[in-house]
């Protein structure tokens, strides 16, 4: 009896399974970053696993912000590891879509510092952070494997966070 009923679940959890039609895209895109005050990359996925809720990880690379300030020279690096939940709301049929996001951060950080005064020197801190992401975004598709995306969130961590994105999504 225990067998048949492994194999009903098994047979029903397959069924399922090959049912689901979930939307596929990846894509990438530029970014800001206001803590790193600098530009970067973003490479980006959403996955749609119901009619209007998606789930987005995305990885994220800010560089430079170098700057000279009063004998000193900076440099910021901020890598970023994002999970996003998205809840899809249609403005134009099939075309525009708003969403408010919520969702999961890792950062990892590095500030460094070369000192210019009487001693030449070089100062470095790093770290990595866990946070919560809120925010929102849009996503317009122009043709039917291809989008734009834009989104602004705040990350809420010990490295507290603004990041602006936009690119392009193809619909696999």
């Known amino acids: ?12 959890l397959i069924g399922s399974i090959s ?32 009619e209007n809720i998606a ?19 900076y440099k910021n690096n901020l890598f970023a590891v994002d999970v996003n939940g998205h809840y899809k709301i ?10 408010p996001l919520a969702g999961l951060n890792y950062s990892s950080y590095k500030n460094g510092a070369n000192v210019y005064f009487d001693e030449s020197g070089f100062s470095q801190s790093t770290g990595n952070a866990l946070g919560l992401n809120i925010g929102g975004g849009g996503r317009w598709s122009f043709s039917d494997q291809l989008s734009v995306f834009a989104e602004l969130k705040y990350t809420i961590s010990d490295f507290s966070q ?5 690119g392009i999504l193809y619909e696999l």
Do not use: C, H, W
Request: hydrophobic letters at 45%.
């Open 1 to 12: 009896m225990k067998i048949i009923k492994k194999l009903v679940l098994t047979i029903a």
């Open 19 to 50: 049912s689901v039609s979930a939307q596929f895209s990846v894509g990438g895109g530029l970014g800001y970053n206001d803590k790193i005050n600098a530009p970067g990359l973003v490479v980006k996925a959403e996955v749609e696993i119901m």
């Open 55 to 73: 789930i987005s990880p995305s990885i994220s690379y800010f560089s430079g912000s170098a700057a000279r300030l009063s004998g000193s020279d």
């Open 90 to 99: 249609e403005i134009m049929m099939d075309e525009l879509d708003v969403y």
């Open 162 to 166: 603004v990041v602006l994105g936009a």
